[in-house]
């Protein structure tokens, strides 16, 4: 299947920093990627969506200005937490529509983020 | 509308046992319906999906049941195993765009 990697997998940084989180699609192009927060024993919630060569749409309740989202090729998605505070701890993963007969999104292994 | 409920919460079967997660959906414009397996600390991983034009899809040890009608999907697990113990989450998606509208998850631990 199609691969979809993240970039780091696990930070930690201080309230008030910011932090910038790649996601690839590493034998595929996708012109849209997904992110995703997911909280301890959560469902996955949708952030938004990453368009490559346009602004990303985000979803009801997601603060685009502290969540930047930036689709700079056909491979590579970023998404920055800016001013990070505690309550921004979570796990952040990404996805790529992999396309074929079945669809299917395919996601990162999720990056931990930490906010200290 | 766009809520997709899934149950139960959490499962625990014994090892060969069949565990059986059930998820349901109201939006008709819904047309593929995936499942994903999560490992804590890593990223959903996707084991099977379905389309509305068929009830039954079936790899490996994983089956999917779809009834179209009643608008409710289910994942079957065949002679499970303690390594399919980790949490499953049920989408779907359709319409307009092809965003992924999850399940709450159901938490499945195999005993050996």
């Known amino acids: 299947g199609a691969v979809v990697s993240q970039h780091p997998s696990w930070v930690i940084c201080k309230s008030g920093t910011s932090v910038k989180i790649e996601c690839r699609s590493l034998d595929f192009q996708a012109t849209t990627m997904f992110w995703y927060r997911q909280f301890p024993k959560q469902s996955l919630m949708l952030m938004a969506t990453s368009n490559e060569g346009s602004k990303a749409t985000y979803e009801q309740g997601v603060e685009k200005d502290k969540f930047l989202i930036n689709h700079a090729s056909l491979t590579l998605s970023t998404l920055t937490v800016t001013s990070a505070h505690p309550e921004d701890s979570s796990f952040y993963i990404c996805?790529?529509?992999?396309?074929?007969?079945?669809?299917?999104?395919?996601f990162g292994p999720g990056t931990r983020l930490t906010v200290t | 509308q766009q809520q997709v409920k899934q149950s139960p919460q959490s499962l625990i079967v014994q090892k060969g046992g069949i565990p059986i997660i059930n998820c349901a959906y109201e939006n008709t414009a819904f047309d593929y319906f995936p499942w994903y397996q999560q490992f804590p600390g890593k990223g959903p991983a996707l084991l099977i999906a379905i389309r509305p034009d068929v009830s039954e899809k079936k790899e490996g040890r994983f089956t999917i049941s779809f009834n179209k009608s009643a608008k409710q999907f289910s994942l079957h697990i065949m002679d499970s195993q303690p390594g399919d113990s980790a949490t499953y989450f049920c989408a779907a998606s359709g319409g307009a765009t092809n965003k992924l509208i999850f399940g709450t998850g159901t938490l499945l631990a195999v005993q050996p």
């Open positions: 996805s790529a529509p992999g396309g074929g007969p079945w669809g299917g999104q395919y």
